[in-house]
C-alpha cells in the first residue's frame, strides 16, 4: 500500500489505485473515509540506478547510449509493477518490441550519481502504446524520453494484445 499525505490528512491506494480512502487521525486512530470522486493519475513506476565508471565517455558524462539501457531497465520495472508477465510473454511466442524512441537530452550525469527513473504509460491502442520515462538527479531533470512499444507474435509483426497481458496498468487514465 503506498500512503499519500497532505497536511493532517492522507490518501491511500491499494490495488493499484482501484480503491481510494480518505483518512485523517482522530487522536490515536485513524478514520478511513471511502473518497466519492477522485482523480487517479497514472501508474507511475520509480527505480534508482548509479552511474557507473564505464558508462561514461571521455567527458566523465554518462554517453548518450547508455541512457538507452536506463530506460530499458525502468521499463522492465515498470512492466514488473503492473503484473505484465514479460517472460510469459516470450514463453508464448510474442514478444513487445521498441518501435521509436524519442529522447530528450537536458542535463549531464556523472559517476556515481543516483538516478531515479519515471515510467507511466500515456498512450495505448490494441497493438501498441506510448510509455514516457523521465530521469532525475534529485529534482533536476537529466532527461526524458516517449517510448512507443508494439506487441508482435512469433513472426515480429504487431498482433493484439491477447486478454491475459492487455493489463489496465497499460491505459494511462
Same mark, same amino acid.
Given at each position: 500500500m503506498r500512503i499519500y499525505y497532505a497536511n493532517d490528512r492522507f490518501i491511500s491506494s491499494r490495488s493499484a489505485g482501484?480503491?481510494?480512502?480518505?483518512?485523517?487521525?482522530?487522536?490515536s486512530r485513524i478514520l478511513r473515509l471511502p473518497v466519492?470522486?477522485?482523480?487517479?493519475a497514472?501508474?507511475?513506476?520509480?527505480c534508482t540506478l548509479r552511474v557507473r565508471t564505464y558508462e561514461c565517455d571521455s567527458y566523465g558524462h554518462v554517453n548518450n547510449a547508455n541512457y538507452l539501457n536506463y530506460l530499458e531497465y525502468a521499463r522492465y520495472e515498470f512492466l514488473k509493477s503492473i503484473g505484465f508477465d514479460y517472460p510469459a510473454v516470450i514463453a508464448?511466442?510474442?514478444?513487445?518490441?521498441v518501435a521509436r524512441i524519442e529522447i530528450d537530452y537536458k542535463l549531464? =550525469?556523472? +559517476? &556515481?550519481?543516483?538516478?531515479?527513473?519515471?515510467?507511466? !504509460?500515456?498512450?495505448?491502442?490494441?497493438v501498441s502504446g506510448i510509455?514516457?520515462?523521465?530521469?532525475?538527479?534529485?529534482?533536476?531533470?537529466?532527461?526524458?524520453?516517449?517510448?512507443?512499444? =508494439?506487441? +508482435? &507474435?512469433?513472426?515480429?509483426?504487431?498482433?493484439?494484445? !491477447?486478454?491475459?497481458?492487455?493489463?489496465?496498468?497499460?491505459?494511462?487514465?
Open positions: 482501484t480503491r481510494l480512502f480518505l483518512g485523517a487521525y482522530q487522536g466519492i470522486y477522485a482523480t487517479v497514472a501508474m507511475i513506476c520509480e508464448a511466442g510474442y514478444g513487445v518490441y549531464p =550525469a556523472t +559517476v &556515481d550519481e543516483d538516478l531515479i527513473i519515471r515510467s507511466n !504509460p500515456v498512450k495505448k491502442g490494441a510509455i514516457a520515462q523521465t530521469i532525475l538527479r534529485g529534482d533536476d531533470e537529466i532527461a526524458s524520453a516517449e517510448v512507443t512499444w =508494439a506487441f +508482435v &507474435d512469433s513472426r515480429g509483426r504487431p498482433t493484439k494484445i !491477447p486478454p491475459q497481458w492487455d493489463v489496465s496498468g497499460l491505459y494511462p487514465s
